[in-house]
């Protein structure tokens, strides 16, 4: 019997990178699961591959499209797990974006605009229908995925990262407002991870020279998302009753420096490094550029 076996769990942005991750590690545990993303297609194929987690007579994943930004849809994800699962024992939110990389005056709005809707309201609205019918049933747990930015701030990145500053003060006052209530309220920070986010990259023209050590830097502390997902399963099961307005991290400095003695060893000795593919594709900026001397200080 797995750790999570009996409970329905519903994750946002959960068709590809650390949500499916954290998906197929719930489904594995004996959980069942409700997916989630902007496409209805491409939740029915992360289904799919839930599926074959466990037999079919026994189905561990169901999904619906969801926008967070909508309100409207995220309700309609909740009344989904409701309808046809009865309830939820867990709410992630975890989708997220990211605007072009570059300095935030030459970033289009639109796409600033765009990185607050679904990075803060989209977890507000998760917060708000989760917290609804936990508050209803007196038990429940929230986990909101936390990022770059949270701690500290975010040069080239500062929608994304100020939008997760925005997640950590926001999830530590939920905690603390419904401290008795019995439903948990958690932050997760997974940490670099070799995801779509990180690894395909619109990047400002004139500021790629910015992302010229990005595959160091991703050597060094990005790790596949399937090693942070224990983490999210840890903080779903029954090991964090009662603990509520916990914030963990995957990646510890014995991890980083890990990382760098393995780096520098292949290094010296000539051996293969692990495969990291990253596109990097170069926008217009929103805002004129200044002149190529001036940029390159930057």
């Not at 942005?13 to 954290?22: N, V």
């Not at 799919?48 to 037999?55: F, G, H, K």
């Not at 990022?147 to 990145?157: D, K």
């Not at 401290?179 to 990180?198: C, H, Q, W």
Request: proline fraction near 6%.
């Amino acid at each position: 019997m797995g750790v999570l076996e009996g409970k329905v769990i519903v994750i946002t942005g959960s068709t590809r990178g650390f949500g499916l991750a954290m998906a197929k590690s719930f489904a594995s545990e004996g959980a069942q699961v409700v997916l989630s993303s902007r496409s209805q297609m491409a939740v029915d194929r992360a289904v799919a591959q839930l599926m074959e987690i466990s037999p079919p007579a026994s189905p561990t994943a169901g999904g619906l499209a969801c926008d967070v930004s909508d309100f409207v849809q995220v309700t309609a994800l909740a009344d989904y797990a409701l309808a046809n699962y009865g309830r939820f024992d867990v709410w992630v939110n975890n989708a997220g974006i990211s605007p072009p990389y570059g300095p935030t005056i030459h970033v289009d709005p639109g796409e600033f605009a765009k990185t607050v809707q679904t990075n803060i309201l989209g977890t507000y609205y998760g917060s708000l229908v989760a917290m609804r019918h936990f508050l209803e049933r007196g038990s429940g747990k929230l986990i909101n995925i936390l990022g770059y930015g949270s701690t500290q701030p975010s040069p080239m990145q500062n929608a994304y990262g100020s939008s997760k500053a925005w997640v950590v003060r926001f999830t530590e006052s939920l905690a603390k407002e419904y401290k008795d209530s019995g439903v948990g309220v958690y932050a997760l920070n997974p940490g670099m991870m070799d995801t779509d986010l990180l690894l395909n990259v619109d990047v400002v023209a004139g500021y790629e020279h910015s992302l010229d050590r990005f595959e160091t830097v991703l050597r060094i502390l990005s790790q596949p998302p399937e090693k942070s997902a224990p983490k999210a399963v840890w903080l779903a099961s029954s090991a964090t009753d009662g603990r509520t307005g916990m914030s963990v991290k995957e990646m510890s400095m014995v991890k980083i420096l890990g990382n760098v003695l393995r780096l520098s060893l292949d290094n010296l000795l000539h051996r293969p490094k692990r495969p990291i593919d990253i596109h990097i594709t170069s926008v217009p900026p929103a805002y004129p550029l200044k002149k190529k001397e001036e940029v390159a200080k930057v």
